[in-house]
């Protein structure tokens, strides 16, 4: 029996009920399966702690209590989500060796649901970057194609998720992190609304724009972990209190009816097999009754060039408390204090997370702040009020995930900014707040994975969810396949 196909969560949770497999030793297949990858999707391994949490699942079973949608789960969280006493470093040698001394929220609630943590997973140093290469710990790769990029800066947990060496992951999404190397895997990752899911206990990277989110193998899945992490925390200031009930409950509703909103600006430049994908998924959304009609959102186009420069101007107040004063890697010879923090973080942070420093501390000078940060918050407001006033008119948006498909690994670019551009789908999301998912679609003609992205008004992730998992449904999962390695039963 593969666990790779058509959600893992419930399935697994079956077995473990029907006693067919302990939670130890489903924790054990998963570890062996880790040992022998060469995905580079993991960076930390956290065996003795997830073979304790199996041990407390079979424990509660053998005694005949009833165990939880997620309990003994095996899964993983992305290298920038604190766990207390294990390694957290973002993926970068600034950090080698920092232990947080608290959890992050959204792992203490699946810790206290009883999810087996295998390990952290590997990611594009302190996020930035679209694949997975700006790690100190080397590129993850791609399971479909282990030559190409597994998309960025989530890549290690959707290659663990994709190449079957975990049932789910955590990541976090400031630009898209979640859902494009969800569309170069051929899986499905939800970026939340900001808000709904605490970044207490996230290392920052851009704190208006990041958030945590569900890295799955299919829609239900997602809805499940997302019904598990969302919700207010006192810990977290910009964290807000959701109406409503869970979103798994609306993942079975008809989208008779549903209006379906095709903004033409986020077709141009798009790769003509990915345009071609999405467009079938169109005419499968017609037949389950719902109606397409394409429109203008002319404001998008501002997104990007927004998007980084805020994101900058963030990053660079967000690192500078990285020192070498307080933890982390401090440089070994220096004079003086001045010297000291120069030489740690010069010899600390990469090449990309340099660039971004560089560039927000620029658009932050006081030359430039009104030309340029400034200008960009004013526009944010304008890219806000036109989404929200195209939503009063569509129920959803349905755009692609990503202009192609997953690239070669270690491609030199003519600049930094031919991959900034492959955010140009994603981060207009990260921009208003609102929530999107990205899910598998077909593949190109190199039978590499394509993602469509589907769009909602804030707080709208159960109809999301929903719509979904009904194109999941209506395509018989198709385009969701899951590598035949990985765990078997």
Excluded at 98 to 125: C, F, H, R, S
Excluded at 262 to 268: A, T
Excluded at 277 to 298: D, Q, R, T
Aim: proline fraction near 3%; include cysteine; aromatic fraction near 8%.
């Amino acid at each position: 029996m593969d666990l790779g196909k058509r959600g893992a969560i419930k399935k697994i949770n079956k077995l473990l009920t029907d006693k067919e497999i302990s939670c130890k030793e489903l924790t054990n297949r998963y570890i062996e399966e880790i040992e022998k990858s060469d995905l580079n999707a993991y960076v930390i391994m956290c065996e003795d702690n997830a073979l304790k949490s199996a041990e407390k699942v079979d424990k509660k079973i053998s005694l005949g209590e009833k165990i939880g949608v997620l309990e003994g789960i095996p899964m993983t969280l992305k290298d920038n989500i604190s766990t207390t006493g294990i390694e957290t470093k973002c993926c970068s040698k600034i950090l080698e060796g920092y232990k947080p001394i608290y959890n992050a929220t959204a792992w203490e609630l699946l810790q206290n649901k009883g999810a087996v943590l295998l390990g952290k997973t590997n990611m594009d140093e302190f996020a930035m970057g679209s694949a997975c290469e700006n790690s100190c710990m080397g590129r993850a790769k791609n399971p479909h194609d282990k030559s190409r990029v597994t998309g960025g800066s989530s890549g290690g947990g959707a290659a663990a998720v994709s190449g079957n060496l975990a049932a789910y992951a955590l990541g976090s999404d400031t630009g898209g992190s979640i859902r494009q190397p969800a569309s170069f895997c051929g899986i499905v990752g939800l970026k939340p609304t900001y808000g709904s899911v605490s970044r207490y206990g996230l290392i920052a990277y851009a704190s208006s724009f990041d958030q945590i989110g569900p890295i799955a193998q299919t829609a239900e899945d997602a809805a499940i972990i997302f019904d598990a992490i969302c919700g207010h925390d006192s810990k977290d200031s910009t964290s807000v209190k959701i109406e409503g009930g869970p979103s798994y409950n609306e993942i079975n509703n008809s989208i008779k009816g549903l209006k379906i909103g095709i903004p033409k600006e986020y077709y141009d430049g798009v790769n003509e097999e990915v345009k071609s994908s999405i467009e079938k998924a169109m005419k499968v959304y017609e037949s389950l009754g719902a109606k397409i009609e394409y429109f203008s959102l002319p404001e998008v186009k501002y997104s990007l060039p927004v998007y980084y420069i805020l994101v900058c101007a963030e990053a660079a107040s967000n690192l500078a408390r990285f020192d070498g004063v307080r933890y982390g890697y401090r440089t070994e010879n220096y004079k003086d204090i001045n010297e000291m923090m120069c030489k740690t973080r010069s010899e600390g942070f990469g090449a990309e997370v340099k660039r971004r420093i560089l560039l927000g501390n620029y658009v932050l000078s006081s030359g430039y702040y009104d030309a340029y940060y400034k200008k960009a918050q004013d526009l944010r407001k304008v890219i806000a009020n036109a989404f929200n006033g195209a939503f009063e008119k569509f129920d959803v948006f349905l755009t692609p995930t990503s202009p192609f498909t997953a690239f070669e690994a270690g491609k030199e670019y003519g600049s930094p900014t031919e991959i900034y551009l492959a955010d140009i789908c994603t981060a207009p999301v990260n921009t208003v707040g609102i929530p999107g998912i990205s899910v598998p679609c077909g593949f190109d003609s190199k039978n590499l994975p394509i993602g469509m992205q589907i769009l909602g008004a804030k707080f709208s992730e159960a109809k999301l969810l929903n719509v979904a998992h009904q194109y999941e449904i209506a395509t018989n999962y198709e385009n969701n396949k899951c590598l035949e390695t990985g765990v078997r039963l």
